[in-house]
């Protein structure tokens, strides 16, 4: 898991996206991405350290979209759009950190059991993977 944090933080460095890790937040504190202040706050103490690849990566989306916090706007719509853009540029940041490593997985889904990837999206995992 630490080399798929690490391609992650420095595809965040490569991209000038500014970030702090929190080693010693609690562990329900989830990472977050303030891309107005190109900042990160990414949680390494996380509850289910297996997530934690697919969180980094969504935090990055967010960072690649824009795309604010939305955690205190009341824009329903414009929340769901935000996260479902940060969800799929994770899904593709992952697949292309096992491409460039050349690692190969027997399905999709035991791809994204491995980053902790939620199984909500185990649907759009599957037709990335095969797209």
């Known amino acids: 898991m630490n080399n798929v944090i690490a391609y992650l933080l420095n595809y965040a ?3 000038e ?3 702090i890790i929190m080693n010693d937040a609690p562990s329900i504190w989830p990472s977050v991405a303030c891309p107005q202040r190109n900042l990160m706050f990414i949680n390494l103490n996380w ?3 297996t997530e934690i690849p697919f969180q980094l990566a ?3 989306g967010h960072m690649l979209e824009g795309n604010t916090c939305y955690m205190y706007n009341d824009f329903y719509r414009i929340k769901i759009q935000s996260e479902n853009q940060a969800d799929l ?4 940041l992952l697949r292309q950190y096992c491409l460039d490593n050349d690692i190969s997985f027997e399905s999709s889904i035991i791809f994204a ?3 902790g990837i939620p ?3 185990y649907e759009i995992v599957q037709y ?3 797209a």
């Open 58 to 60: 969504h935090e990055i």
């Open 128 to 130: 990335r993977w095969y």
């Open 119 to 121: 199984s909500h999206l």
């Open 89 to 92: 540029h994770a899904i593709d």
């Open 113 to 115: 059991q491995q980053f």
């Open 17 to 19: 996206f500014d970030y």
């Open 47 to 49: 509850e289910n350290k």
């Open 13 to 15: 460095f490569q991209h």
